[in-house]
């Protein structure tokens, strides 16, 4: 099965650097990280632009990746992205009334395969930490390079929690000057928990105009001299 993202957009310059920069700095994290969460601390700091993003970019460098939309809560992917077709997803599989094979689906960006949420069930954190998705993430790490799972914020509800004990490492992403510091340390201790491995974090949506050493006192001026002006990174919107 096969599905088109009509409404994925191309990323300006910074922001397909920014991601090139990110998907560097995963595989430098080792040859035994091959399935990644991806979560935040409250709801709208784009973990699941950044997320499908990164997916997106490892599959332009040649590696086979299947993205996980683990969010069964309140999934962005299909409005967003413009999926041309009716799909099952995750919450047919894990309640048992798809086979695995009838949930993943290719897409027409090359290597970039994804499972969508499915239909909103009334108890995701049963199913995602069911035998079910243990058994999906252990048989696709032999199909696939990476898997990329985008789950709900952790400082919400204790879903990415769950799913992060089935991965090789989880990363936090942060929107600039939105959640507290409480917040993100309590993110990052029930990860730690959790018994996963913390790759790091994004800082997403930062302002690049402003003066200083993200804006143009610095990195402004020092890759302007180069590449010329391009739209501001980072400002990627989550519903």
């Known amino acids: 099965m096969k599905v088109n993202f009509e409404k994925k957009k191309e990323l300006d310059f910074k922001t397909n650097e920014a991601y090139k920069t990110?998907?560097?700095?995963?595989?430098?994290s080792g040859d035994d990280i091959h399935v990644i969460a991806f979560t935040s601390s409250v709801p709208n700091e784009g973990k699941s632009?950044?997320?499908?993003?990164?997916?997106?970019?490892?599959?332009?460098?040649?590696?086979?990746?299947?993205?996980?939309?683990?969010?069964i809560r309140k999934s962005v992917t299909i409005a967003r992205y413009g999926v041309d077709i009716e799909t099952k997803g995750l919450s047919h599989y894990l309640s048992g009334q798809c086979k695995l094979e009838e949930v993943i689906y290719e897409t027409n960006i090359d290597k970039f395969s994804i499972i969508f949420t499915?239909?909103?069930?009334?108890?995701?954190?049963?199913?995602?930490?069911?035998?079910?998705?243990?058994?999906?993430v252990a048989?696709?790490?032999?199909?696939?390079?990476y898997i990329i799972i985008d789950c709900p914020p952790l400082g919400?509800?204790?879903?990415?929690a769950i799913v992060a004990k089935e991965c090789d490492g989880a990363v936090i992403v942060i929107e600039t000057d939105n959640a507290s510091y409480k917040i993100v340390q309590r993110v990052k201790k029930q990860l730690e928990q959790s018994g996963c491995r913390i790759l790091g974090a994004v800082l997403n949506k930062?302002?690049?105009?402003?003066?200083?050493?993200y804006g143009k006192g610095y990195y402004g001026n020092y890759y302007g001299r180069y590449y010329g002006n391009y739209g501001d990174y980072g400002n990627e919107k989550e519903a």
């Open 139 to 145: 048989t696709q790490r032999e199909a696939f390079d």
């Open 22 to 28: 990110l998907r560097t700095n995963i595989s430098f």
């Open 206 to 213: 930062v302002e690049m105009g402003g003066k200083g050493y």
């Open 49 to 71: 632009a950044v997320s499908f993003n990164l997916a997106s970019s490892l599959a332009e460098d040649g590696k086979n990746v299947l993205y996980i939309d683990a969010d």
């Open 118 to 136: 499915g239909q909103i069930a009334p108890n995701p954190s049963e199913l995602l930490g069911s035998d079910r998705f243990k058994k999906l």
């Open 156 to 160: 919400s509800v204790i879903d990415a």
